[in-house]
C-alpha cells in the first residue's frame, strides 16, 4: 500500500509540519553554536529516533563536533514505557573530559535520558546535557534536567519525524498524533 494510505489510516491530526521543526532546529542550533562556542561537543544521538532531528540540528550548528550514537531502550514495542532502560548498542568514542551533548526525540518519563546522563557522567564527561525536540512532561518519572528542548507536547502518543508507531512511519515528514483507536486496535494485539 502506498505510504501516503498507510498514513491517512494512523494519524490523526498533524502537531508539527515540516517548517515549524524546522524554526525548532534553527533555533536550538543557534542557541547551541552560542553555547558551545570554543568547544568540540560529542553529539552522542539516542538511536533510532533522533536520526533525522540530530542530522537537522547539526547542520545549524556552528561548530567543530564530533558524532556518534548509542541505542538505549525502554519501550520495547508498546505504547508505555518499560520503566526498565536497557543498552543495546554502545558508544565506539570515549567520553572522558568530552562536553557530551545527548540528542533524543522525545523525552516521557525521563528514564532513558537519566540512564544516558548518569552513564556518560560515571565514565568521566567533563559535562552531559542534552537537546529533545519534543518535551512530553506527563508521565515524567525522575528529575533529569533537560537543558534544551524544541516544544513540549501532552501527553498524547506522536509519530513522524523519527518517532515510530511500531517500529515504522518514522519517514512521516511531518509529527501527527496518532489515532486512539489505532492505540486500543494496537494494544490488543
Ligand atoms: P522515556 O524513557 O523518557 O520514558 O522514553 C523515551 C523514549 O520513549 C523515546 O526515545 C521514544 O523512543 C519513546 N517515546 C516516548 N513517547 C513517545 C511518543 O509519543 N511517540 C513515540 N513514537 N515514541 C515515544
Do not use: W
Not at 525502554?74 to 548498542?89: C, N, Q
Not at 519534543?134 to 508521565?139: P, R, S, W, Y
Not at 518519572?141 to 507536547?153: C, F, L, M, P, Q
Amino acid at each position: 500500500m502506498p505510504k501516503n494510505d498507510n498514513i491517512n489510516r494512523i494519524i490523526d491530526h498533524k502537531l508539527f509540519t515540516e517548517d515549524d521543526i524546522h524554526q525548532m532546529c534553527v533555533r536550538l542550533g543557534k542557541q547551541l553554536t552560542e553555547d558551545y562556542a570554543g568547544k568540540k561537543p560529542l553529539i552522542v544521538g539516542a538511536l533510532k529516533g533522533a536520526i533525522f532531528f540530530l542530522t537537522d540540528l547539526v547542520r545549524e550548528m556552528d561548530v567543530e563536533e564530533e558524532i556518534d550514537f548509542m541505542d538505549v531502550s525502554s519501550y520495547g514495542d508498546g505504547f508505555v514505557s518499560s520503566g526498565k532502560v536497557d543498552l543495546i548498542t554502545d558508544l565506539t568514542t570515549d567520553v572522558k573530559d568530552r562536553d557530551v551533548l545527548i540528542v533524543e526525540d522525545i523525552v516521557d518519563t525521563g528514564l532513558t535520558l537519566k540512564y544516558m546522563k548518569d552513564m556518560l557522567k560515571e565514565r568521566g564527561a567533563k559535562s552531559v546535557k542534552c537537546c529533545v525536540l519534543l518535551n512530553k512532561e506527563a508521565n515524567r518519572a525522575t528529575d533529569v534536567e533537560i537543558e534544551y528542548y524544541g516544544s513540549k507536547v501532552g501527553n498524547e502518543f506522536v509519530v513522524g519525524y523519527g518517532l515510530d508507531f511500531m517500529n515504522a512511519f518514522r519517514n512521516i515528514k511531518y509529527i501527527g498524533v496518532l489515532k486512539p483507536e489505532v492505540i486500543k486496535l494496537a494494544d490488543n494485539k
